[in-house]
């Protein structure tokens, strides 16, 4: 079944929209999780990931606390996102990248990228499901 629908010169264009993201809402559509230092690990639902992080508290993430789906893409806990040797970025590779562990994120601050599991070591957070 289609959910939009395009009109031009007599033409009647459709498009379907697969499983359960809502392409209009793409951060957090699907829910929200609070957690603190003191509470467990927390991991999005099956097939999806963390997609922003908002600071309730100062945050600090410990090695290993902060787990990206793509550790060369998105910033972690674990390893250097974006970190090629000087002079060798590519179209998908930047230079520079640094592990985030034990950096003080300050309440208010929101950070975007693709995470599958969150332990916060000191602080909270809202992470967003997408």
């Known amino acids: 079944m289609s959910d939009l629908k395009i009109t031009h010169a007599g033409t009647v264009q459709t498009q379907d929209r697969h499983g359960p ?5 793409p951060l957090g559509q699907a829910g929200s999780v609070y957690t603190d230092a003191g509470s467990a690990v927390i991991n999005p639902p099956l097939n999806q ?3 922003a992080i908002t600071m309730v508290l100062d945050c600090t993430f410990a090695s290993g606390d902060l787990i990206a789906e793509d550790a060369t893409k998105f910033i ?6 974006h970190d090629l040797a000087d002079g060798a970025e590519t179209s998908i590779q930047g230079t520079g990248g640094k592990i985030v562990a034990d950096v003080v994120f300050p309440a208010g601050l929101t950070i975007y990228g693709r995470w599958t599991e969150i332990d916060v070591s000191v ?3 809202i992470a967003y499901i997408g």
């Open 123 to 125: 602080g909270a957070c």
């Open 21 to 25: 993201i809502n392409p209009e809402a």
């Open 49 to 51: 990931t963390f997609v």
């Open 76 to 81: 972690n806990t674990e390893t250097p996102a």
